[in-house]
């Protein structure tokens, strides 16, 4: 069975860290892109990192640019997102995808909550 499960997610302060986790089982991640997106409340889903599939590039959206880190352990078949400097606006339910051609998985997602 096919299956994403986000950890990690939770409450700090601004400036805080936090290391999101996401254990795929029933498929082999390394051979899929890997990504992160976050929706707030009232707003749209955004993609917030990437892992493309082939030659393991990363990329990420401008808001996140510098202070969160995807990375993958294929050992593990799980892949990261290290939040750095994190603040009120990065506020979300973060989800972890797993894309390749018609193949489309999502975990259910890890709240993640910035505040004073």
């Known amino acids: 069975q096919v299956q994403l499960v986000e950890s990690g997610g939770g409450l700090v302060q601004p400036g805080e860290s936090l290391r999101l986790s996401c254990a795929a089982s029933g498929f082999t991640f390394s051979n899929y892109a890997k990504n992160w997106y976050r929706q707030a409340p009232g707003k749209e889903r955004e993609l917030v990192a990437s892992i493309s599939r082939i030659a393991g590039r990363t990329t990420y959206a401008d808001s996140v640019k510098g202070r969160f880190t995807i990375s993958g352990d294929s050992a593990k078949n799980t892949v990261y997102l290290q939040m750095n400097s994190l603040k009120p606006e990065d506020t979300a339910v973060y989800y972890c995808?797993?894309?390749?051609?018609?193949?489309?998985?999502w975990g259910r997602g890890t709240q993640v909550t910035v505040s004073s």
């Open positions: 995808n797993a894309h390749r051609y018609v193949d489309d998985y």
